[in-house]
């Protein structure tokens, strides 16, 4: 029986690496935790010392939305309405702080071990 990389063998390293691998892999982002402080008064982007809010970037979006509404050719609506929404999805993602979760020095070996030693077996499983 052919295995996982065309030799022989290497179907069962194949999958007790990838169940190591994907177990290792939960366990590490299951223990991350996600903060924002995302909200219509937070700071998104700055001009010298004065700061730029979501709210304030929902004015431009409002006027576009509305241009467009009124003309659907015309260009500086959508321009308006389209920069405005790139503008508020990198405002929420640059807001965003990942933090660990308090652990043991047990649970970080066990997760490391996990997610690395299945990636080695795994790739050992290929050649």
Known sequence: MRGAGG????????FIGLAMMCGGVYLLLNSINVYSHFGFGARLYGIGSMGITSGMIMIPFMFGVGIIFYNARNWAGWLLAGGSLIALVFGVI????FTFRAMSAF???VILVLAVGGLGLFLRSLK
């Open 7 to 14: 030799t022989n063998g290497g179907l069962g390293l194949f």
């Open 94 to 97: 640059s807001s965003i702080q």
């Open 107 to 109: 649970d970080l070996i």
